[in-house]
């Protein structure tokens, strides 16, 4: 069973899943790492979930404020091993039903062209594809979506 902990970016567990979460995006993204990596610090993340498989944590996602109504989805990831067990989709929908707690209507979010996995799940949970917001606007790589939560 997947059980959840809602924390902040400081915790040791969401910590070591953001490690493993960038070594992979390192490998992935080559050359464009770093631009992308300038967008994802974790220093002040409020709201941080860590999944949990039998007590051992297999992923992680966060949310922060983007504006009045939204939240940006952020440091999503899932352990190799544990990947295609709808562990993802789990991650997701508690950080959704988190921001509703939290008085927000939208979710935005951005991943690379090349994390083809994340996409599909995005387009999978109702996510649809907007202009390409902030610091990700005129990125060739970079795909950006939303969803009203209301």
Known sequence: MITFLRTDSRHPEFIKLVQKLDNELAIRDGEDHDFYHQFNNIDT???????????????????????????????????????????????????????????Y????????????????????????????YGPYQGVENSVCFEKIIT
């Open 45 to 103: 993340l409020k709201h941080a979930l860590v999944a949990y498989f039998n007590d051992v944590p297999i992923g992680c996602g966060a949310i922060k404020s983007f504006n009045d109504t939204s939240v940006e989805v952020k440091r999503m990831y899932v352990l190799p091993q544990h990947r295609k067990k709808g562990v993802a989709k789990s991650l997701i929908t508690e950080l959704e039903t988190w921001a509703k707690e939290l008085g």
């Open 105 to 132: 209507m939208r979710c935005v979010l951005e991943t690379g062209k090349k994390q083809t996995e994340a996409m599909h799940l995005y387009h999978k949970q109702g996510y649809t594809i907007l202009p390409n």
